[in-house]
């Protein structure tokens, strides 16, 4: 599906050479091209409980073998390598757009994590970590009377 853009704010040499810019456009912000030039890491979505920090990054088609998450110091380094798989040799691929090389993701963590509670878990292509937080820095809920 191809978007089309709307510049309402067209400079005067574009008048003039209407079809000439709109085929150099199209050419560049095709999305083959686009796709291509973009880096691809994957999705994440980091959550905050009383007790914990959680972390879900969604890497579908890769083995827990393929990860590694590394802590040095405060920085949390998640990442991912697979080669692409060259079992279909007899196959002529018109377009091939799902091969992982390799990436990484940092995240720095607050001072309130317990660093020696740390735990991954990666099921149905979501690599799911719970960072535990100090008891200290668990807030503490309550009920405040209003006089």
């Known amino acids: 599906m191809t978007l089309v853009k709307f510049n309402e704010g067209k400079s005067k040499g574009s008048l003039v050479r209407p079809g000439f810019d709109n085929i150099f456009e199209s050419i560049l912000n095709d999305t083959f091209l686009s796709d291509r030039m973009v880096s691809r890491v994957p999705a994440v979505n980091i959550a905050e409980t009383n007790g914990h920090y959680h972390i879900e990054l969604a890497a579908p088609g890769l083995k827990k073998e393929d990860f590694?998450?590394?802590?040095?110091g405060d920085m949390l380094t998640i990442?991912?390598?697979k080669e692409a798989e060259q079992g279909d040799r007899d196959k002529k691929y018109n377009k091939r757009?799902?091969?992982y090389t390799s990436f990484v993701r940092s995240f720095t963590l607050p001072e309130s994590v317990d660093e020696g509670s740390i735990e991954a878990e990666y099921t149905d292509g979501v690599l799911r970590i719970n960072i535990a937080k100090r008891e200290e820095a668990r807030t503490a809920s309550r009920q405040i009377e209003i006089k």
Do not use: F, G
């Open 68 to 72: 590694k998450v590394n802590l040095d």
């Open 79 to 81: 990442s991912a390598e």
């Open 97 to 99: 757009e799902y091969t």
